[in-house]
């Protein structure tokens, strides 16, 4: 990295290194037997140059000819894209974590006897279908740059996922597992997931109309990713927001805080710096409704003159190649502050409702406006306090903007959510709900 | 390079071993708005590597060629995990050995262009629809991405190929007050340069309707017959139907492996459904797929009848049934998993205005905007739509997303319009980025789909 930063020093007016090297190992035991077993070893280098303030790019995964390198970046320079920001300087970081090396350790056999501890755990209480899939992710990330700052983490963790489909579909619901150490499903949470699947058995028909509605924690991401498109400084700076204009208004119900806190000390990805090399900290977008700040990279910070935030990321909504992607605003570890009422009796509470376990087609529709319709996948519907069944062919459909005023109640625990961050269940009245 | 390949797997006591090494570059231009926001062309490289040993079979992948090593000892550990803990015992279904190299036919090669020329144009196109009524933005931007693929098994394949695909693509977004409206756009394909040349009439019309949605009402939640336009008819082919037919997705699950038995009677007497990405000129078109089988067209459904499936030697191999050839990988990173390539509905005989008029009352449907399906389960949205009353088109409207059940909507399918068209851009996601995905239909009318409205 050294190097290359050096023969990028030479050429620019500041230069940035970062490098990715990751270890994974996943093992699949799809209807109750191992069906897949894999591992990933990838590296990959992303240099950033500035010069006469325009930026130049370039990565590549197997860093075989530095000069290659950064010959690419010289010529992506010819592109005139402008760019007014400065690679951050040192900054006092607490101490990271070391990662537990039994992690990295962990083979697939180590894997394997995991998940099947959880498989023969389901086995005895559901009849039907159970699949369990397992991993372990090491990964090594480090930023140099010509301001002098010189930083590197390590993270690791395993995983378990357990599913149950539901006979004759694929649609099911699940758990979700992970820590920094190996350990094991807890029995209490997969005794919850076989509750859930008993109560959803039974398929239902019901009408159209308007309704309560509950986001569970693994659907949440439906209604904030729409928030977060709509408070990225992209969208800000591009004056397509729905937001312009309204920061330090109330927007949301007052029941609603939104943050992301990659320092979190509970985070299984526990980070302080993002990847431009920028502090991270307790960043808040809403806070009891109020619309209170911008999610920004280092590049948005500037053309809106604003402090960076520790939210410039390398990621992609559909994934991608780290290296390949240049950092953009994004809230990493979000969390969407507890409530103070149990699920259960946030169930007991809905007269006339549908449970959100899972969602089809949160990607698609209006997402800048705020708009979502989503297919249950599945949905519970909910009489009188009462589980009937799961929705036969269900829609839930409506906009951030509006749903979000009309929080009933917010439940009292974070749960980790296979989309990244930690939520708990929220309770929305008046919902439009479509179904034949 | 096949040599080099041959020697790292010669000797490894296994029953199979395939090593793919893959060379990716990439060129990409970005535009948000007027302002330029990223220039650049890469390259990289790494491989991939799977074993079968003793019935097990796994795979792992690496960047640099000292981890290949590592990388076969991981495979081999994988597989012969799968059998000690008594997983699913896999065997490849026999195919020809091949060794050949497959030349790269390009009407106009995107790599002799200039990087300025390849800005300009961009920018042409964006330009014209930042200077359309309402649009207050675009992201829009020029993608090229090139696989160098160099193919070795230990039964004796070598197979060489390389793929080129290009697009200008993104969207645009028109704005009034607080209301937000945006539309996708796309040209491309996997043929060359050419293809992206004089299309400026694309980028109007979409300009144009992104600005005319912003009068537009929001659909009413409920249940409609509606008619569906090539693209999303498309959507709905490549998402709720064409993964069914792709073997790894119902290999373990027993209960849909037997609903999907061939020769069932799944779909209505109107719909014929094919894989075909032996037809060049089009995004799906590949020769070799990633462990070296010849890509052929395999006919899914026949007038509701299902007739084939989509295969990788090992799902052909335990299903019992031929080879296809439809084994992908997005790149370097990723071990090939079966794939649809170019997926399309056969077109019928009746013209848009006759299934207007057989609609009598309904939404007409237009464009995809994403969907995606969990097994027999799918939703997708429409980029915009219309009313249609006592037969005809009524007013425009917006915030359209589609839910429904395969089997009930293949029932569904009434009319088959005699129109055709294929995506020129792919980008399906499976695990991976299959960007050369191509899909398409006639225009196609179906009766009882969900609806969700604001």
Not at chain 1, 219 to 244: C, D, E, H
Not at chain 2, 338 to 354: A, F, H, N, Q
Request: charged fraction near 25%.
């Amino acid at each position: 990295m050294k190097k290359l930063l050096d023969i990028a020093a030479k050429v620019s007016d500041q230069a940035e290194v970062f490098s990715i090297r990751s270890d994974d190992s996943s093992l699949e035991m799809r209807n109750g037997k191992p069906t897949d077993v894999s591992a990933s070893i990838q590296s990959g280098y992303a240099l950033r140059i500035l010069r006469n303030g325009r930026i130049g790019t370039a990565y590549t995964k197997n860093l075989l000819d530095r000069e290659e390198l950064v010959s690419n970046a010289m010529d992506s320079l010819k592109g005139k894209v402008e760019a007014g920001f400065s690679f951050p300087e040192p900054s006092d970081l607490p101490a990271s974590w070391l990662p537990d090396e039994s992690v990295s350790g962990m083979g697939f056999h180590d894997l394997h006897s995991r998940s099947r501890k959880a498989l023969d755990y389901l086995k005895r209480k559901v009849e039907g279908q159970i699949d369990v899939y397992s991993g372990r992710e090491v990964q090594d990330t480090a930023i140099m740059n010509t301001s002098g700052l010189d930083v590197s983490r390590k993270s690791a963790f395993m995983y378990v996922y357990t599913s149950l489909p539901f006979p004759n579909t694929e649609t099911g619901v699940h758990k979700f597992y992970q820590s920094r150490k190996p350990g094991d499903f807890p029995e209490s949470e997969l005794d919850k997931l076989v509750d859930l699947y008993t109560a959803g058995l039974p398929e239902v028909d019901i009408p159209t109309g308007r309704m309560k509605v509950v986001f569970t924690p693994d659907t949440m991401y439906t209604i904030l990713w729409r928030l977060s498109v709509a408070t990225t400084g992209k969208s800000f700076y591009n004056k397509v927001s729905p937001l312009q204009g309204k920061r330090g208004e109330r927007i949301l119900s007052e029941k609603f805080t939104l943050y992301g806190d990659p320092t979190d000390t509970e985070e299984i990805d526990q980070r302080f710096f993002d990847d431009e090399g920028v502090p991270t900290k307790k960043h808040t977008i809403f806070e009891e409704g109020v619309f209170k700040n911008l999610i920004l990279n280092l590049d948005y910070a500037d053309k809106l003159s604003e402090e960076p935030t520790g939210t410039g990321y390398r990621g992609g909504m559909w994934g991608g190649e780290t290296v390949s992607l240049a950092p953009g605003p994004s809230l990493n570890c979000s969390r969407v502050a507890p409530g103070n009422v149990s699920f259960e009796d946030m169930i007991k509470g809905i007269d006339r409702g549908v449970l959100v376990f899972g969602v089809l087609g949160a990607h698609s529709g209006n997402i800048l406006n705020g708009d979502f319709s989503v297919g249950l996948n599945p949905g519970f519907y909910v009489e009188n306090g009462v589980i009937k069944g799961r929705v036969k062919d269900g829609m839930v459909a409506g906009n951030v903007y509006d749903v979000l005023k009309n929080i009933v109640s917010i439940e009292n625990r974070l749960h980790d959510s296979t989309s990244g961050g930690k939520y708990p269940s929220i309770l929305l009245d008046d919902v439009s709900v479509a179904a034949k | 390079m096949l040599d080099r390949l041959r020697s790292m797997i010669s000797g490894v006591e296994v029953d199979f071993i395939d090593i793919r090494y893959e060379i990716k570059t990439e060129t990409g231009i970005g535009f948000a708005g007027r302002e330029i926001k990223s220039v650049g062309s890469n390259r990289t490289d790494g491989y991939v590597i799977r074993v079968g040993k003793k019935g097990g079979f796994s795979s792992a992948t690496v960047t640099k060629e000292e981890d290949v090593p590592r990388a076969i000892q991981l495979a081999v550990e994988g597989a012969e995990t799968i059998i000690s803990t008594g997983g699913k015992r896999s065997a490849l279904a026999d195919v020809p050995v091949v060794r050949k190299t497959v030349e790269l036919v390009l009407e106009g090669d995107p790599r002799k262009i200039s990087i300025d020329d390849k800005i300009e144009l961009t920018r042409k196109y964006n330009d014209l629809m930042l200077e359309q009524p309402q649009i207050e933005t675009t992201n829009l931007g020029y993608a090229e991405v090139g696989r160098e693929k160099h193919y070795v098994n230990s039964e004796g394949t070598a197979v060489s190929e390389e793929i080129l695909t290009t697009n200008i693509s993104g969207e645009v977004i028109a704005k009034r007050g607080s209301l937000v409206q945006n539309i996708r756009v796309s040209i491309g394909g996997a043929d060359g340069y050419n293809k992206l040349l004089n299309r400026e009439d694309v980028f109007l019309k979409r300009a144009q309707i992104a600005g005319q949605l912003l009068d537009a009402d929001p659909v009413k939640g409920g249940t409609y017959n509606v008619i569906l336009s090539p693209m999303l008819a498309g959507v709905f082919t490549h998402e709720a139907f064409g993964h069914f037919s792709e073997a790894d997705i119902i290999e373990d699950n027993p209960s849909l492996r037997e609903k999907m038995s061939l020769g069932e009677k799944l779909g209505s007497d109107e719909i014929t459904i094919v894989a075909d990405s032996t037809m060049n000129n089009q995004i799906g078109y590949y020769v070799y797929d990633d462990e070296g089988v010849a890509v052929k067209p395999v006919t899914l459904m026949d007038r509701g009848v299902l007739t084939g499936r989509l295969h990788s030697r090992r799902t052909a191999s335990a299903f019992g049934e031929p080879v296809s050839g439809h084994t992908v990988a997005e790149d370097m990173r990723f071990e090939p998993i079966v794939r649809m390539g170019t997926i399309y509905i056969k077109p019928g005989e009746r013209s848009l205005d006759d299934l207007i008029a057989e609609l009598g009352d309904g939404l007409y449907l237009i464009d995809g905007k994403g969907g995606q399906t969990s097994g027999e389960n799918f939703t997708f949205g429409a980029q915009y739509g219309f009313k249609v009353k006592d037969g005809r088109l009524g007013p425009m409207i917006r915030d359209i997303n589609i839910m429904g059940n395969l089997f009930s909507t293949l029932q569904n399918i009434e009319a088959i319009g005699n129109d055709m068209e294929l995506s020129e851009r792919g980008g399906c996601g499976k695990g991976q980025l299959n960007i050369k995905s191509a899909l398409g239909a006639p225009h196609i009318l179906v009766r009882n789909m969900v609806v969700g409205g604001a």
